[in-house]
């Protein structure tokens, strides 16, 4: 079975709770062999407060020490935090250091072949900042650890699934990233993606950047010079791609199956709809019915997916948290563990 490095995430969030949910059902050890790298300290203090769960934490130094046996918690255990270095549902720098340790220890357990994928839990940005550690998120520290330059963020729930233009940037920065290089490299790893996921023969769609794909001019130009030239260009490749098309009727149409994939052309446009989908939230019961959506780093040199939502503070410590995002992103990085060779 493929080895599945899971981080943590920040100790004051959700990712601790989630993560003990997970590892609390034994279905997930027919799928992989599941490793946790974090805290002791913090996932102890959880199953003290939850003795109906009888799980029992194995401290390995390495993953080929691991038990991955239902009822044991493989961890590697960076020992970084206690209980009462920060305070839960707090941003704290003792947190945002400690997400970015467990990120940075996963991915250097992949670089070396010692796990088949990486999953992350979320990280607190501005705690992370606050440490020391200048990254937008997860897509860059990946991005900046394995030395690669071309990669972009895919979102995924169900039928629909989402790569970015651009992300973690400004509405003004973003339209001007849309160029017909990078809207042709996020094709091209659009593309690879799904044959990585099984589909044979992907079928991509290319929103438009402006209303209505601009009018021809009217709303804009992006589309005629950079957006369309970089679909053509995809085409004479062979590759079966449409666009550019309007992204407010698009997510419909590809969540309906008629598209494998989206190029969304920045953050916004993509997650909207994926979240629309993935998020329901419970007006009466005041909490999140499902959060469902994953969150996968592409053209890494390694294996990385995620829950696509955030520390949840507001919810931390309350064992009310869904880990369904995470069994999720676990399923992903083992169907692409099995589909690549990285």
Request: with cysteine; charged share 20%; aromatic share 6%.
């Amino acid at each position: 079975m493929k080895k599945i490095g899971i981080t943590m995430g920040d100790p004051a969030g959700i990712g601790p709770e989630i993560s003990i949910k997970a590892f609390n059902d034994s279905a997930l050890y027919e799928r992989c062999h599941p490793l946790l790298v974090g805290d002791q300290s913090v996932i102890e203090h959880y199953l003290m407060n939850h003795p109906e769960l009888s799980l029992k934490v194995n401290v390995i130094d390495d993953p080929n020490e691991g038990k991955y046996t239902f009822g044991t918690i493989d961890l590697i255990d960076l020992n970084l935090v206690d209980m009462r270095s920060f305070q839960v549902g707090e941003v704290s720098e003792v947190g945002g250091n400690a997400a970015f340790q467990y990120v940075k220890e996963v991915i250097r357990l992949a670089l070396d072949k010692k796990i088949d994928a990486t999953v992350t839990n979320p990280l607190n940005k501005e705690a992370m900042n606050s440490a020391g550690h200048h990254y937008a998120g997860h897509t860059e520290i990946y991005a900046d650890l394995t030395n690669t330059e071309k990669y972009t963020m895919m979102l995924a729930d169900g039928n629909l699934r989402v790569v970015h233009v651009s992300t973690h940037v400004s509405l003004r920065e973003a339209c001007d990233r849309a160029t017909k290089q990078r809207v042709l490299d996020v094709i091209h790893i659009a593309n690879q993606a799904c044959k990585d996921l099984g589909i044979a023969e992907p079928r991509i769609a290319v929103a438009g950047l402006n209303p209505h794909c601009g009018e021809n001019g009217l709303f804009g130009d992006e589309e005629i010079n950079e957006i369309n030239p970089a679909v053509e260009a995809a085409k004479l490749e062979g590759i079966d791609v449409y666009g550019s098309l309007p992204a407010d009727t698009l997510f419909s149409k590809a969540n309906g199956g008629m598209y494998d994939i989206v190029v969304a052309m920045y953050h916004d446009q993509g997650h909207i709809p994926l979240k629309l989908l993935g998020f329901v939230y419970d007006q009466e019961k005041q909490n999140w019915k499902a959060v469902e959506g994953v969150n996968i780093t592409l053209n890494l040199p390694i294996i990385r997916t995620s829950v696509d939502h955030g520390t949840a503070f507001d919810q931390a410590g309350q064992w009310t948290a869904s880990e369904a995002s995470l069994v999720n992103a676990i399923d992903y990085a083992i169907r692409l563990a099995e589909n690549t060779n990285k």
